[in-house]
């Protein structure tokens, strides 16, 4: 038979060998390739590209914010120096201003050159500086969790660290023309209710479009923009020594921020595709995709890590066209992560652990400052001496994994602080006493920027945030807790720094590994998973 009659024969039989052996659909359509956020960053998108890298810097400068606005409670309720304007009963030997006359000494830089000066908090009034500082770690704690709860609703990411932004321009301006003590008291509370929800915000916003492979190193980073910003400050209060001046000038940057940056920022991806706007999330993914030169097919579509595991049932012709922007948003809290008994052990673990290293780095950071030196040389050297804590911590985070690290950073910073308490404080032991809290400070600083990538690991997308702003709450109410630990004086709070540091990273043994593991989107497709894969548990 000729070739000519042989392909007759086989178009007569409905059978074209050019045709594909796999005919299409009656219906027009095919079967989309469901894949989850990491596996479509992984094998179409990039994981860390061009788009992720200008991303992640733009969206985590709101760090550098949360350093200006915490910080600058240093400069604003310094106590000033002070010298005598009369001989009369103003004696060279006094150490206080509690002992001269009233009217024979002055502040150097004028009254108006701090809280302290102006308000009179000094003597017998010194411990309402005290009460600032905690109310502003009590806002802290109560705006993490307000904003945690919102950037998991309908607020979303971009827009709960839009209004933090905001409010923190104008919170910080309103407290300049503060005319008492108590009405400053109000407005630093309320500074620190929008501080609390920025760090949160940006760095889930920040680090969710962030590949598998990449998102140690880029969580670990964030904070290396926290150190700059208090670097930053000791240069703007330098130049703006009043402290009313130097609330608008560190407010400035905020304002800048919200002008600036914000409107070139990208909705997290993660978050649209458990709202349900699936649309929205497929566009952002196609942008990454070019911007990192890659090519993202038209037949993958984003889904939820519970549809993946469940893609083998039987689908629907409705199912097959997928019309995502019809899909029903997920909505997630606080009492989502208590319910189920894997998160809830998780998040008991992970506010005590974050409360222990909370109050060692703040009660460091504390003794650190009053060294009776330079005091902006103090604050710059003390957030650069971070840094390289940073930068070790990322190095080794993805070879050594998250659960080893914690604790044997945590156990480090405690043996030093363990150390410290047992040495003398004076002479040379003076001197052995303050390595030993450089060291501790050293350790935990970066447990501290660790915990922040821990933790976002452990929770799936859908309560990602409110498990996190859990965690920033008990962080909270450690820093509200250490300036009291701090006035006990001598080897104690050296002591309490050391047993807190050994019992978070005994806690941290408890939690589990979650290096190479994936982001979940949903409760049941994480708790399918770790049923799966028991080992990871231990």
Known sequence: MSKSSALSTNQQDGGDLRSPLIPPAADGYSKPKKVTMDQMLEKYCGEFGWWQLRHFVLTSLAWALEGIHTMVMIFSDREPGWRCTTSRGCGSTAKSVCELEPGSWEWFGGIGSSTVSEFGLICGQKYRVGIVQA???????????VFGHLSDSKLGRKGSLTIVSILNAIFGCITAFSSDYWTYTLFRFLSGFSTGGTGLCSFVLATEPVGQSWRGVAGMST?????????????????????????IASSVPSVLFVILILPFLHESPRWCLVRGKVDEAMKIMHKIAISNGKHLPDGVLLALD????????????????????????????ILDVLRFPLTRFRLFLAVAINFFCSVVYYGLSLNAVNLGTNLYLNVALNAVAEMPAYLITALVLDRLGRKPLAIWTMWFSGAFCLAGSLMKGYGTWKIVRMVCGVLGIFGMAGTYNLLFVYSMELFPTVVRNAALGCAT??????????????????????????????????????????????????????????????????
């Not at 806002?139 to 969790?145: D, E, F, K, S, V």
């Open 306 to 333: 519970s549809e993946v595991n469940n893609d083998d049932a039987p689908h629907s012709q409705s199912e097959s066209k997928l019309e995502p922007d019809t899909k029903e948003a997920l909505n997630g809290s």
């Open 223 to 247: 904070f290396y923009f926290f150190s700059t910003g208090i670097a930053a400050l000791s240069a703007i209060a330098y130049f703006f020594p009043s402290w009313r001046s130097l609330y």
């Open 135 to 145: 109310l502003f770690f009590a806002g802290c704690m109560i705006g993490a969790g």
């Open 473 to 538: 709450q008990a962080s909270q109410m450690g820093a509200i807790l250490a300036p009291l630990v701090v006035v006990l004086g001598g080897g104690v709070p050296f002591a309490v720094f050391g047993a807190c540091g050994i019992a978070g990273g005994l806690l941290v043994m408890y939690l589990p590994e979650t290096l190479n593991r994936p982001l979940y989107d949903t409760m049941a497709g994480m708790e399918e998973a770790e049923a799966e894969k028991p080992c990871i548990l231990a």
